[in-house]
């Protein structure tokens, strides 16, 4: 078990890693292959994409999870 578990901001060079991360994580749960990943990636290029809020978590030393918090859209917030 992982015991040195720390919450930070993502970096760009985090990027690969954490789709990589959900690709394997929604692999054949839902249905065949997944799309999660490349959501992920799409929402990362969206101007409306908050990269403040986008963080990943490690543990001894490599990525274990990530988080995304809020995407603002105008007039709106929506959960991601």
């Known amino acids: 078990m ?3 578990v720390v ?3 993502e ?7 954490v789709e990589n991360l959900v690709r394997e994580a929604f692999w ?7 799309l999660e990943h ?3 990636h799409r929402l990362r290029a969206s101007p409306n ?10 543990g001894d030393g490599r990525i ?4 995304k918090e ?7 917030l929506f959960e991601a």
């Open 2 to 4: 992982t015991e040195n």
């Open 7 to 9: 919450i930070r901001q």
């Open 11 to 17: 970096r760009a060079e985090n990027e690969a890693t």
């Open 28 to 34: 054949n749960v839902y249905r065949p292959g997944c």
């Open 38 to 40: 490349y959501v992920l």
């Open 49 to 58: 994409f908050v990269r403040e809020l986008a963080f990943v978590m490690e």
């Open 64 to 67: 274990i999870g990530q988080i």
């Open 70 to 76: 809020k995407l603002k859209l105008p007039g709106q």
